[in-house]
């Protein structure tokens, strides 16, 4: 079975800087899709980014990125610019093409002003 | 737009008591799933439907029912409510499954049981 692990439960990052946060991954699949949500106090659940494990080229997305290192099986998500409405909780995410999809325990981001 | 519609937003049961978390969408979406969300957790996958009259297990089934009649419609149903099924519920729904498209998530539905 696949598994999710982000190994930073809290991180907190000073408005206009960059923070990164980690995923790693366990599949012993050669494609699937990977994802960050970010989960405000509203509770509503909104995708930050995704990527396909069939692309070797980081996604981006404003001022998201990821550092997608298939061999290692790591997922990383850099936000920079920190800006105070990204304060949130952060869950990466992995699906299978058999629809199989599995969350990390998330990261509670916060950035200070 | 409606999007992802799940109701009620809040619920308290007793033991043993059955209820139906509904989910809707107007999307015209052919996946749909039901997480749970549990604190220090992430969400973890309850059922999901490809389409219509089909339905298939995710990592914690156990304890739940799904059926999928319309493509809209996706109810989860708790037959005997236990204290270890309190949780936060969450449906999306996407064009396809497969992570190929985006899922869109309902609002949760938080669900107490004495």
């Known amino acids: 079975a696949q598994t999710v692990t982000q190994s930073q439960p809290e991180m907190s990052v000073q408005e206009a800087e960059t923070v990164t946060l980690s995923c790693t991954y366990d599949t012993s699949e050669n494609n699937y899709y990977l994802f960050w949500y970010k989960q405000p106090p509203s509770r509503q659940m909104i995708l930050v980014i995704r990527q396909e494990a069939y692309k070797q080229q980081n996604a981006t997305e404003n001022r998201f990125s990821v550092n997608f290192q298939k061999a290692a099986k790591s997922f990383s998500l850099k936000i920079s610019d920190s800006q105070l409405g990204d304060t949130a909780m952060y869950f990466c995410a992995f699906m299978n093409l058999n629809n199989d999809m599995r969350f990390g325990a998330g990261t509670r981001l916060t950035v200070k002003p | 737009n409606a999007g992802v519609t799940q109701t009620p937003k809040f619920q308290v049961l007793k033991t043993g008591q059955s209820m139906t978390l509904q989910c809707a969408q107007d999307m015209n979406h052919e996946y749909m799933s039901w997480y749970r969300q549990d604190p220090g957790m992430g969400l973890r996958l309850i059922h999901y439907s490809v389409g219509a009259g089909i339905t298939d297990q995710g990592e914690v089934p156990n304890g739940y029912n799904v059926s999928r009649s319309t493509t809209e419609d996706f109810p989860l149903r708790l037959l005997s409510a236990a204290p270890s099924q309190t949780s936060v519920y969450f449906c999306?729904?996407?064009?396809?499954?497969?992570?190929?498209?985006?899922?869109?998530f309902g609002a949760g539905s938080r669900l107490t049981v004495l």
């Open positions: 999306a729904s996407s064009y396809g499954g497969r992570g190929a498209n985006v899922l869109t």
